[in-house]
């Protein structure tokens, strides 16, 4: 059991509430993160007070959304760095 995934999921539920209210990023993808910090917590509890929860497959059915945490990554990396060349260019650095 990891009890460290209290804390990284409910992280994530306001990190995704934010990406949903700046628009910097697809409102898809804030969805997708708060989905992920539910997942984590619920894994978490469900294999705390479940036996056999594993064995139910509504962990891997939880896990599905964690993939939204590689693509803020990822576009944080692609649309971060082009504006921040645009913003160079423009001020002659």
């Not at 993808?29 to 708060?34: A, E, S, T």
């Not at 992920?36 to 896990?63: R, T």
């Amino acid at each position: 059991m990891r009890l460290l995934a209290i804390p990284w999921g409910l992280w994530l539920i306001p990190f995704g509430w934010l990406v949903i209210r700046s628009r910097f990023a697809p409102s898809v993808l804030g969805l997708l993160l708060i989905l992920a910090g539910v997942g984590y917590v619920a894994n978490f509890l469900g294999g705390l007070l479940i036996d056999n929860y594993a064995d139910l497959g509504v962990a891997q059915l939880l896990k599905a959304p964690r993939l939204a945490e590689v693509l803020i990554c990822a576009w944080m990396l692609v649309m971060g760095a082009r504006g921040l060349s645009g913003r160079r260019l423009a001020s002659g650095d």
